[in-house]
Nanobody, 117 residues
Framework: QVQLVESGGGLVQAGGSLRLSCAAS????????MGWFRQAPGKEREFVAR????????VYADSVKGRFTVSRDNAKNTVYLQMNSLKPEDTAVYYC??????????WGQGTQVTVSS
């Protein structure tokens, strides 16, 4: 069982920045593929970014490419999502997700990001 705890959400004006953090339990964090999804009101959950355990591969949704950066600190069992040039359409609950080497997927409880125009 992997527990994920997100933090760093909040209210920001358009054009501003936020950094989300996701702390994971487990002793094999380096083997986890970590990712971020988001869900806006009335919409389905959508992929934002992911990062492999080694950090060698990072993938972004087209909607955030060039503005968001996912990174990880394996020593702290933490993955980050740096969000710059935020837009009102980025408003959503952001979820951290982990996929273990065994293929199990876990989700955090989510953190609200609100971008005002």
């Amino acid at each position: 069982q992997v527990q994920l705890v997100e933090s760093g959400g909040g209210l920001v004006q358009a054009g501003g920045s936020l950094r989300l953090s996701c702390a994971a339990s487990g002793r094999t964090f380096i083997n986890y593929d970590m990712g971020w999804f988001r869900q806006a009101p009335g919409k389905e959950r959508e992929f934002v970014a992911r990062n492999t355990g080694s950090g060698a591969t990072t993938v972004y949704a087209d909607s955030v490419k060039g503005r968001f950066t996912v990174s990880r600190d394996n020593a702290k069992n933490t993955v980050y999502l740096q969000m710059n040039s935020l837009k009102p359409e980025d408003t959503a609950v952001y979820y951290c997700t982990a996929r273990t080497g065994a293929g199990a997927r876990y989700w955090g409880q989510g953190t609200q990001v609100t971008v005002s125009s």
